[in-house]
């Protein structure tokens, strides 16, 4: 799925999925040079950009997600679907479940 859209915010996730905008390496190194963009890998991880509302189980429980707006979280390398900004950025939308971890601000 690849659509150009103008900006995160006009995207609403539905039920128990979760829209993350991955968070982008160093492209400096610490003595002060910069590296080439297709050598900066990309990070496994990524903000919290919008959240859905959840979803209602088989037994009539609403389950909401674990994960709100700002949170920082971990990713899989692989999955989601990536969604394509009219400014050369990229959002990935994922469901609740498929987030690995939430990562604690120090």
């Known amino acids: 799925m690849s659509t150009l859209l103008k900006s995160a915010k006009s995207i609403v996730p539905l039920m128990d ?3 993350v ?3 982008k390496a160093q492209a400096k190194t610490a ?3 910069y590296l080439p963009e297709k050598n900066v890998e990309k990070l496994n991880q ?3 950009v919008a959240v859905g509302p959840g ?3 088989a037994n009539g429980n ?3 997600p674990q994960v709100k ?3 920082q979280v971990l990713i899989p390398q692989f999955g989601g679907s990536t969604i394509k900004l009219g400014n050369d950025d990229e959002v990935i939308l994922f469901r609740d479940a498929e987030i690995l971890a939430k990562i604690a601000k120090d």
Do not use: M, N
Request: proline share 0%; hydrophobic share 50%.
């Open 62 to 64: 609403k389950v909401v």
């Open 17 to 19: 999925r979760v829209l």
């Open 55 to 57: 979803f209602t189980d």
């Open 21 to 23: 905008q991955r968070i």
């Open 31 to 33: 003595s002060g040079l």
């Open 46 to 48: 990524a903000e919290v």
């Open 69 to 71: 707006v700002g949170d």
